[in-house]
């Protein structure tokens, strides 16, 4: 399979033809047409970054007497290989940027494939388990490399559109970003688009764009958010079970956007204001103005915690000699600072305090009053 999705409207581009399994292959496009299915399409010839997904990594690495090794990883001229956290990455390099990235499957058979779903708290199988770990490590990773290279960057952040205008809003984990798009959802007296939850894609222009990632949703949302029993009415048996019987902790649904947002969806809108979310020990609402640069400092941080496991792995290469073309840890966060900070330079930035696990609901509620958003 050959399958293109939308990346600031350049290619990126999945190729599984490197399997020779067959239920493996079959697998992989299903899984990937699962996770990905909601990026938006893509008939650009401007191929950002090709994905090659393959059961036989170590036959993609040109060995020979100029390579380099050790036991996590092995780098020639144009090629770095890496193996960490269950793992394995190839990287294929031209002229200094990178071009393709290769991502090693396992192949189990189709009852260790299906016997693994019950067991993880999405309810992917053991091949949807590993495009996901793909996605987290190696995806954003890698695309973040080629944003680096041309000035944009990826945002831990969710973003919607008023008026044809976007809010980017990042948050410290726990602070509310995503409930705040449920809160959006679900006003009956707003108009908005959905852009992007989890990740943004931020443009040279200060312009936010859609990642069709599916959107978590969390059993505890359901009390604040009644009505998305009607979203996951789709989830299986074993998981209504889970869910709303036994009220397991740290389930989550995979929503599509489509699920939850209709043709309330958008993309390429200019940022009119970017916010960062975090608790406080009030029980009062706060915001204050925030310098795009201290902005900017804690994204880049931010962004580097969440592709942590992904750099990690990606890390192994640059201890070995003799090889340069990989961007360092330290001028992944640097440049993703510089980046995000050129991007949002005239974009009003302020930092908005939240009680500790308060309603969510109120949030919205908050930004409206203090005209934070909207009109």
């Known amino acids: 399979m050959s399958y293109r999705i939308n990346h600031l409207g350049r290619a990126v581009l999945f190729d599984t033809s490197g399997i020779r399994n067959t239920y493996l292959q079959e697998s992989a496009d299903a899984a990937l047409r699962k996770l990905f299915g909601y990026?938006?399409?893509?008939?650009?010839?401007?191929?950002?970054?090709?994905f090659v997904f393959t059961d036989h990594l170590k036959d993609f690495f040109k060995?020979?007497?100029?390579?380099?090794?050790?036991?996590?990883?092995?780098?020639?001229?144009?090629?770095?290989?890496?193996?960490?956290?269950?793992?394995?990455?190839?990287?294929?390099?031209?002229?200094?940027?990178?071009?393709?990235?290769?991502?090693q499957l396992d192949a189990p058979t189709k009852i260790e494939n299906e016997k693994r779903r019950p067991l993880s708290r999405e309810f992917f199988?053991?091949?949807?388990?590993?495009?996901?770990?793909?996605?987290?490590?190696?995806?954003?990773?890698?695309?973040?490399?080629?944003?680096?290279?041309?000035?944009?960057?990826f945002l831990h952040a969710c973003s919607?559109?008023?008026?044809?205008?976007?809010y980017v809003v990042t948050a410290t984990p726990g602070a509310g970003k995503s409930s705040l798009l449920l809160s959006l959802r679900?006003?009956?007296?707003?108009?908005?688009?959905?852009?992007?939850d989890d990740f943004s894609a931020i443009?040279?222009?200060?312009?936010a764009h859609q990642i069709g990632r599916a959107m978590a949703m969390k059993s505890h949302q359901l009390q604040y958010f009644p009505q998305l029993e009607n979203v996951v009415q789709h989830m299986s048996r074993w998981q209504r079970l889970?869910?709303?019987?036994?009220?397991?902790?740290?389930?989550?649904?995979?929503a599509s956007p489509q699920e939850l947002f209709g043709d309330r969806i958008t993309t390429n809108k200019p940022v009119k204001k970017v916010f960062y979310l975090t608790n406080h020990g009030k029980e009062t609402f706060e915001h204050e103005p925030m310098p795009i640069a201290e902005f900017a400092r804690l994204n880049a941080n931010m962004l580097f915690s969440e592709l942590y496991l992904g750099m990690e792995i990606f890390n192994h290469a640059l201890m070995l000699p003799k090889f340069n073309q990989m961007t360092s840890v330290a001028d992944f966060i640097l440049k993703t600072r510089a980046n995000i900070e050129a991007c949002f330079k005239d974009v009003p930035c302020t930092l908005v305090k939240v009680p500790f696990r308060s309603d969510p609901r109120e949030l919205l509620n908050f930004m409206r009053r203090e005209h934070l958003i909207g009109a």
Not at 75 to 90: L, P
Request: include cysteine; charge should be negative; hydrophobic fraction near 35%.
């Open 39 to 50: 990026f938006l399409p893509s008939e650009s010839k401007d191929v950002a970054l090709t």
């Open 125 to 153: 199988s053991a091949v949807e388990q590993q495009i996901n770990s793909f996605y987290t490590r190696g995806y954003l990773n890698s695309v973040q490399q080629v944003n680096i290279a041309d000035g944009c960057s």
């Open 160 to 166: 919607f559109a008023i008026n044809d205008e976007a």
């Open 63 to 103: 060995s020979g007497p100029e390579a380099i090794m050790c036991e996590t990883a092995r780098t020639n001229a144009t090629q770095a290989f890496m193996f960490g956290h269950g793992n394995g990455f190839g990287y294929d390099f031209e002229e200094g940027r990178l071009k393709r990235v290769y991502f």
């Open 186 to 196: 679900f006003a009956e007296d707003l108009d908005f688009d959905f852009i992007s």
């Open 203 to 207: 443009d040279q222009q200060g312009h």
């Open 242 to 254: 889970q869910w709303f019987f036994i009220k397991q902790s740290g389930l989550k649904y995979l």
